[in-house]
């Protein structure tokens, strides 16, 4: 049995990344000296995010006969899901993610190679090796150099004369200047040839001690899966390379084959494949036969152009794919609400928690978001409002109107949208009267299961592809001007901008004096509740570890939230 000879990728890559550990002084920091929150220091930049967000860059290491400009790399998931698509672009591909600190484990996947590698979520680069694909004899690696050697074969067919009744290779003339005829085979040494064994032409190898070589081009659609199987003894077998429009080697795939006699595999052409060259070696007493390729049909059940296997929405012709803020997890913003006036630094005086799904087209414009956001905690004496602006990925607002309509979902009869803030949405007017029952959370007063507030925003068809930042943040119910944002976002156009510079404020940072915030926010896990301090606690008690998170500018203590003072926070 002989498989397809590619050094073992994923075991180098894993063990690059079981090697590096995440950096954590937590536990016994000598200069550990919590009072308060507002005794904090700080840096000036600090963004308050506890979360990993930024620009991961994968680097593609890959041989140089292998063309991969403009290919594309996924951003998965633990469980293969596609979470963001991007182009190779000299060598390199970036994603911007926003994802928790922890349990969050990413990977880039190359589709054309089916190469994986997992992102090692401390570092800002992380490199993603293809291995060159070994030929043995014969073929180095000028064989495979990108550009025009590699003609296509014209026609649809898949393998033809699979079983050598009725063919006669003929000698490639390995100048690569003449297109190869359709379901023709190749000799590419001459070593190879057609030959009776057991009452059947097999193809073959007519010298001791040498692979006898053929090859087959086979047009074929990309992003779509195909089997091969045929009959073989010894080692001989099949390499499949992956071709482009434009006969640029891109790619090749990884065969398993099973069972003695009959080898089978099934493979996914990657999206830009449009051709396969198929090839084959056996040795003297080697043979190989009844070769057939198809291709396994694949269903688009609602006919968006989408197969089910990549469809987000596979009943839905409207939409095809799903991107998420954040890109894992869920956004916890913490409150103070006494802006532009410190307060007790308690952070429960509002404590949401968001999640969007950004439904998006065949073509990848959106269609709408899917918004929830989850009203945790609500420790003020004044009725606050919930408010969200859709921003673009340099959280500056767009000049167009984006949003066509908003829909609520079922319990949700108060959202609407924002008449005073383009792309803005009224998540809630006056948290106080809508919630059914009302709550605290904070221990000091009712407690309920989480109310949430659920809605859809419809967008125009001017929205494009863009990438969207949501902008959560409170303001006064009686005073619609006074916004609370997380630092690094600077007010709606609803903001009374007379505010800035009164009080703690400075410049309408949403940071006082001495660089400390009026919310911060945490990137959770899903399965994780963030539990938030109890009324009049302040967080630094809550939790003795933020300072040491805050003073280091997020680098330590990054999983402070883990190790809470028992009896100081809230636990639903
Ligand atoms: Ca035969
Ligand atoms: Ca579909
Ligand atoms: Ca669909
Ligand atoms: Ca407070």
Known sequence: MNTIKILSVVALSSLAVACSKEKDTSTNDPSFSALSFSDLTVSEDFNWSSSINGNFTVVLD?????????????????????????????????????????????FAYYPNTQDRVQINTNKSTTTLKIEEIDFEAGLGSSFFKSGTQVKKTSGNNLILEGDFENSSPQLDSRSFTKVRTAGAWYRYNSAGQIALRNGTNVFTSNTVGEDGRILQSVQIAGDQIYDLTYEYSGNAGFFILFM??????????????????????????????????????????????????????????????????????????????????????????????????????????????????????????????????????????????????????????????????????????VSKLDASVLNGVLVVENLISALKPYYSNTGSGPRSAPQEFEF???????????????????????????????PGFHGTEATDRTLFNTGDDVNGTYKNSKGLPWAIEVIYPYSLYFSHPLEKVDIVTAYPQFQGWASSNGMNNKKWMLYPTQGKIFVP
């Open 244 to 413: 482009d429009n434009d006969q640029k080697y891109i790619g090749h795939t990884r065969v398993t084959l099973s069972s003695n006699g009959n080898a089978s595999c099934t493979f996914l052409a990657a999206p830009n494949v449009r051709h396969i060259q198929l090839y084959g070696f056996a040795g003297s007493n080697e043979h190989l036969d009844n070769i057939n390729m198809t291709q396994v049909p694949e269903v688009d059940s609602d006919g968006d152009n989408v197969i089910d296997r990549k469809d987000y929405y596979p009943n839905d012709p409207t939409r095809s794919y799903a991107t998420f803020f954040p890109t894992v997890g869920r956004q916890i913003l913490a409150f103070e609400d006494l802006w532009p006036y410190n307060g007790d630094n308690d952070f429960n005086d509002v404590v949401l928690s968001n999640h969007v799904e950004f439904a998006r087209d065949a073509s990848y414009n959106l269609v709408s978001a899917s918004v929830k956001v989850q009203l945790n905690a609500m420790g003020a004496g004044l009725a606050n409002g919930v408010g969200l602006q859709l921003l673009d990925n340099n959280k500056i607002p767009f000049s167009n109107n984006i949003i066509s309509s908003i829909a609520l979902k079922q319990g949700n009869t």
């Open 456 to 486: 859809t925003i419809e967008f125009n068809s001017n929205a494009g592809s863009v990438t969207i930042i949501p902008d959560f943040y409170i303001f006064r119910t009686n005073e619609r001007g006074r916004e609370i944002h997380l």
């Open 62 to 106: 890959a041989p140089s006969n292998l063309y991969t400009e403009n290919q594309p790399v996924e951003l998965q998931d633990v469980d293969g899901n596609v979470l963001q698509t991007a182009v190779i672009n000299g060598g390199q591909t970036s994603f911007s993610v926003s994802i928790p600190e922890q349990n969050t484990e990413l």
